[in-house]
């Protein structure tokens, strides 16, 4: 549990970061009477920290992409963090192990088993659930190859098909 309070609250950081270096910016732009000039800063001394300061506040713009992938983080954080303490008892075997409601294939996978975990969950075609991924990878690559990734690393292999062999 504590380290997922550790990346929760990275995720916080990360996602606030530009802001705050962009307020650290404007205080020290304040402090040292540089002036701004359109998208600039001067400073009458030292010269070189106008350069600096103006980079340090216009790094508000890279929030744009910080602040929805900190919250992204920052949800399935949560939502591991409630699962991990409050397990669904209607997912437990006879041996009290928690199953999980996914398992990719060993057998019918393409690169990861992911689209047939997919298909067999909510009992739908492979080969539909397969041109569905590949049609959004085209359409939007970046989130759904994170996705992709994101699965294939937190979802488990199904168990490997156990012989029914009886041995005399």
Not at 46 to 61: D, I, T
Not at 88 to 108: M, V
Request: net charge positive; hydrophobic share 55%; proline share 8%.
């Amino acid at each position: 549990m504590r380290w997922h309070l550790v990346l929760l609250s990275l995720c916080i950081l990360y996602g606030t970061a530009p802001l705050l270096v962009a307020w650290g910016g404007i205080s020290l732009a304040d402090h040292f009477a540089c002036k701004a000039e359109v998208i600039v800063y001067h400073c009458p001394s030292p010269s070189w920290l106008g350069g600096l300061l103006s980079g340090m506040v216009f790094a508000h713009w890279l929030a744009i992409f910080t602040i929805p992938s900190a919250i992204l983080g920052s949800i399935g954080l949560i939502i591991s963090l409630v699962l991990k303490v409050n397990p669904s008892p209607t997912k437990a075997n006879i041996s009290g192990i928690p199953t999980p409601a996914f398992y990719r294939s060993r057998r019918h996978k393409v690169i990861a088993g992911l689209c047939v975990a997919v298909a067999q969950r909510w009992k739908l075609p492979i080969q539909g659930v397969r041109i569905v991924t590949v049609a959004l990878a085209v359409i939007i690559p970046g989130l759904i190859l994170f996705l992709y990734l994101l699965f294939w690393l937190a979802l488990p292999l199904e168990p490997p098909m156990e012989s029914n062999l009886v041995s005399d």
